[in-house]
């Protein structure tokens, strides 16, 4: 049973610039998260894929926008980057319904200079 | 308003005691669940307990145990016999609805253990 895989792992990028993170969800599992983790801080909830579709949004502003592929893996796009965007983006798999079977990668360590 | 609270930025304990990491939720839900993540400075999120908001008895798995006080709203970790391997980041989580009817996390700010020899 595969985990979840995040790539890349480190990346640093331009103020005003776009970027795109990946996601490969856990064998079985349909529905990817993403998070936003800040420094010194909890994660906190961007958006949801479920069936390809974007199936709930935390309080992050439309230029945070994600895809979901046939296959279950998912991207996170951000446009104009901005200096507090710096953080670590995590991803969660899930199996739509279970409210137990969280699994999270290793994230993505974004900085924006 | 649904939201976590972790008191307790810090905490010691000493090998093989025990420590007991303090959670209070605020949820207006009536069915939810209650995780603990275990987040090391590689930065993944380690799964170790979940309690669900209808369990009576308290979760526990292996070394970990979850004091769910639903009248009280918390949901403190105990860890017993700690190793030098415990030494990370902990996080309090609780599943919030969404709009859509789907369910995701909202966390707690952590709370770092260190665990000494």
């Known amino acids: 049973e595969t985990g979840v895989t995040q790539s890349p792992t480190h990346l640093i990028k331009t103020r005003g610039q776009q970027v795109t993170l990946r996601c490969s969800s856990q064998?079985?599992?349909?529905?990817v998260s993403w998070y936003q983790q800040a420094l010194g801080q909890g994660p906190q909830f961007i958006f949801q894929?479920?069936?390809?579709?974007?199936?709930g949004r935390g309080n992050f502003p439309p230029r945070f926008s994600g895809l979901q592929f046939p296959n279950y893996s998912s991207e996170l796009n951000v446009n104009a980057l901005e200096l507090d965007d710096s953080a670590l983006y995590l991803c969660a798999s899930s199996l739509a319904g279970s409210d137990y079977g969280y699994t999270f990668g290793s994230g993505t360590r974004l900085t924006v200079v | 308003a649904q939201k976590i609270t972790q008191t307790q930025p810090g905490m010691f304990v000493q090998e093989k005691e025990a420590v007991t990491l303090d959670c209070t939720y605020d949820?207006?839900?009536?069915?939810?669940?209650l995780f603990w993540y275990k987040q090391p400075s590689s930065g993944e999120m380690i799964f170790l307990i979940y309690q669900g908001s209808y369990d009576e008895q308290n979760a526990t798995e292996g070394r970990y145990s979850l004091n769910f006080q639903k009248a009280r709203k918390s949901a403190n970790l105990v860890i017993s016999a700690s190793q030098l391997g415990d030494s990370a980041m902990y996080f309090c989580a609780m599943s919030i609805l969404l709009d859509t009817g789907r369910r995701a996390l909202t966390f707690g700010s952590g709370t770092r253990l260190q665990v000494q020899p």
């Open positions: 894929y479920y069936r390809e579709e974007e199936n």
């Open positions: 064998s079985g599992h349909n529905t």
């Open positions: 949820t207006s839900d009536q069915s939810y669940g």
